[in-house]
């Protein structure tokens, strides 16, 4: 009998979960990695009260993974609107604290939260700390903490950790040396990509493997991180902060975005990334442009095709 490729996908937010529903439905061994740098919000309430890494990714991610019934991941995902000290937490949140609270650990937390939900592969963080993301523009200013860090809305130069030396989960430098196929995004470029990174271990594991590492390409600019970013422009800023060596193949939407949604997304500020491709084969990785995209009331990835896609490449 075949033995079950392992698959390990990096990232965080919206875009880590959508290709996660989508990958789980496949024959594989699915680890996420999620990056530990959210600092608004629920999580950074939480993460301030309790010492703890935010679990907001983590949770969506859970979800994402998650084979329950509809009733009860809509119940983890619930956010309260009313009510003295809890409006604005989600109740995965509010569990990921309790667990953190009663078992001490984060990670150990998440592994019993993952069994009441009957989670797909194993959810792990980049580190079993909080870090702080720093972004340096290119006018030289620098502003601290990830949830600012778009507010500014300048070209961002380098983002950077502190303290300098974070210490990686050993589990994941595990997964990602065990695995059959490393994915990068899609996701947050500046937030939630390059942060898992930008921990050391994490980094040298990728940077080392010699299974295909692939970069999923988001499909539309995000207002303050990459304004009027092509697909080249997400690739260079992978280069930038890591070099050549951290992956081997670009996956990249090639397909034009109908008007009724740009306009949509024109008045938040963001537009599709566009695949230029003579720029994106120059620097030599391998790139599989295609028709990814499904519309609802938001543009997403089709999570069936890219997984597709992926597991093409085993």
Known sequence: MKPISKVVVLGGGTGLSVLLRGLKRFPVDITAIVTVADDGGSSGRLRKDYDMPPPGDIRNV????SEVEPLVEQLFQHRFTTGDGIT???LGNLLLAAMHDITGDFVMGIKELSKVLNVRGQVLPAANKSVILNAEYEDGSIITGESK???RNKRIKRVFLTPDHIEPLQASVDAINEADLIVVGPGSLYTSIL???LVGGIREAVSKSTVPRVYVCNAMTQKGETNHFSASDHVQALIDHFGEKIIDVVIVNNEIIPAEFLELYREE???????DME???????DIISDNIIQYGTLVRHDARRVSELLLSLL
């Open 62 to 65: 859970l979800a994402a993974l």
């Open 88 to 90: 604005g937490h989600s």
């Open 149 to 151: 860090i778009p507010l």
């Open 195 to 197: 942060p898992n990174l």
């Open 269 to 275: 500020g963001a537009e599709q990334v566009l695949c």
């Open 279 to 285: 720029r994106l084969k120059s620097f030599g990785f």
